[in-house]
């Protein structure tokens, strides 16, 4: 199965439990990816996070039913998993902007949320113009040294928590006191020691010769050997960088023939790297 089967999966696998508890790992098993890297490719393909899509869904079929049946409205958020009048209504009026009981008397028409056509998105992938074609590489294995997030790619917390993480290193001078480093213009972002719930560990950090001497609260890190596919993101940090994730882990990936190696990524930033619109960031996933 490539990418998009197992997408498509995971879609009907959510459609038909809808009115049921949804566990995001389950989703994720029964497409055969991990939890971590199917958010990301979940994401990247449908466009929007597996939990906002169920969510979405849910309050578009329960939209439908407040209009075609008398249920009570209590019993329509408990059939869709919200626990309370209140959650349901919350929900439903971030959604479209009006709460269930005025949608119902007035029967406003609202924006569909259909479900997620992964046949039309793969062809749109396949025949679109956007074409970039990484570098195929090998890497031995290198140590780091850095600083460490625990972030979530769960509601795109990460997005935001990056590079906020940036500046806040930026700010602090960490880069001068990494110890031992092979090359002082370079610094890298790796991402890896995903968990379950989404989870996982970002580090801005320079590979380094030794651990030796490396500084309290910095953490030393040993990325291992691998095949990568390299992809160079050009543009403003971070939308540049981001809008190329998308692009591989949407569009490239799926169609590649590869599949990610459930290793770390990593970025690179260098002398190409200004923080103005002409900046270069070489972006590493590991491929089997």
Same mark, same amino acid.
């Given at each position: 199965m490539d990418y998009y089967e197992r997408i498509d999966r995971a879609i009907d696998f959510i459609e038909r439990r809808l009115t049921e508890p949804l566990s995001l790992g389950d989703v994720a098993r029964c497409a055969c990816f991990s939890l971590f890297h199917f958010h990301r490719v979940f994401q990247a393909i449908i466009g929007c996070s597996v939990k906002e899509y169920i969510r979405r869904r849910?309050?578009?079929?329960?939209?439908? %039913?407040l209009g075609a049946t008398n249920a009570r409205i209590l019993d329509i958020a408990l059939k869709y998993q919200y626990e309370t009048h209140e959650s349901f209504t919350r929900a439903f009026k971030r959604q479209y902007g009006m709460t269930p009981k005025r949608y119902r008397t007035s029967l406003?028409?609202?924006a569909p949320f259909d479900r997620a056509d992964v046949h039309a998105i793969k062809l749109r992938h396949m025949m679109g113009d956007k074409k970039m074609e990484p570098k195929i590489v090998n890497r031995d294995a290198f140590k780091v040294i850095g600083v %460490?997030?625990?972030?979530?790619?769960?509601?795109?917390e990460n997005v935001q928590a990056i590079p906020e993480f940036w500046d806040q290193f930026a700010q602090d001078g960490a880069d001068r006191r990494i110890p031992n480093r092979v090359n002082h213009n370079a610094l890298l972002g790796v991402c890896g020691d995903s968990d379950e719930d989404g989870s996982f560990s970002y580090i801005i950090c320079a590979e380094v010769s030794s651990f030796d001497e490396a500084p309290d609260g910095m953490v030393a890190r040993t990325v291992p050997a691998a095949k990568y596919a390299v992809f160079t993101s050009k543009g403003k940090v971070p939308d540049s960088v981001q809008d190329m994730g998308r692009y591989i882990f949407g569009t490239w990936l799926p169609?590649?023939?590869y599949e990610h190696a459930d290793t770390e990524d990593f970025e690179v930033y260098d002398e190409r790297f200004t923080g103005l619109e002409d900046s270069e960031v070489d972006i590493y996933i590991p491929i089997k």
């Amino acid at each position: 199965m490539d990418y998009y089967e197992r997408i498509d999966r995971a879609i009907d696998f959510i459609e038909r439990r809808l009115t049921e508890p949804l566990s995001l790992g389950d989703v994720a098993r029964c497409a055969c990816f991990s939890l971590f890297h199917f958010h990301r490719v979940f994401q990247a393909i449908i466009g929007c996070s597996v939990k906002e899509y169920i969510r979405r869904r849910r309050l578009h079929i329960a939209s439908h %039913e407040l209009g075609a049946t008398n249920a009570r409205i209590l019993d329509i958020a408990l059939k869709y998993q919200y626990e309370t009048h209140e959650s349901f209504t919350r929900a439903f009026k971030r959604q479209y902007g009006m709460t269930p009981k005025r949608y119902r008397t007035s029967l406003t028409e609202v924006a569909p949320f259909d479900r997620a056509d992964v046949h039309a998105i793969k062809l749109r992938h396949m025949m679109g113009d956007k074409k970039m074609e990484p570098k195929i590489v090998n890497r031995d294995a290198f140590k780091v040294i850095g600083v %460490e997030l625990r972030t979530t790619i769960c509601n795109g917390e990460n997005v935001q928590a990056i590079p906020e993480f940036w500046d806040q290193f930026a700010q602090d001078g960490a880069d001068r006191r990494i110890p031992n480093r092979v090359n002082h213009n370079a610094l890298l972002g790796v991402c890896g020691d995903s968990d379950e719930d989404g989870s996982f560990s970002y580090i801005i950090c320079a590979e380094v010769s030794s651990f030796d001497e490396a500084p309290d609260g910095m953490v030393a890190r040993t990325v291992p050997a691998a095949k990568y596919a390299v992809f160079t993101s050009k543009g403003k940090v971070p939308d540049s960088v981001q809008d190329m994730g998308r692009y591989i882990f949407g569009t490239w990936l799926p169609k590649s023939g590869y599949e990610h190696a459930d290793t770390e990524d990593f970025e690179v930033y260098d002398e190409r790297f200004t923080g103005l619109e002409d900046s270069e960031v070489d972006i590493y996933i590991p491929i089997k």
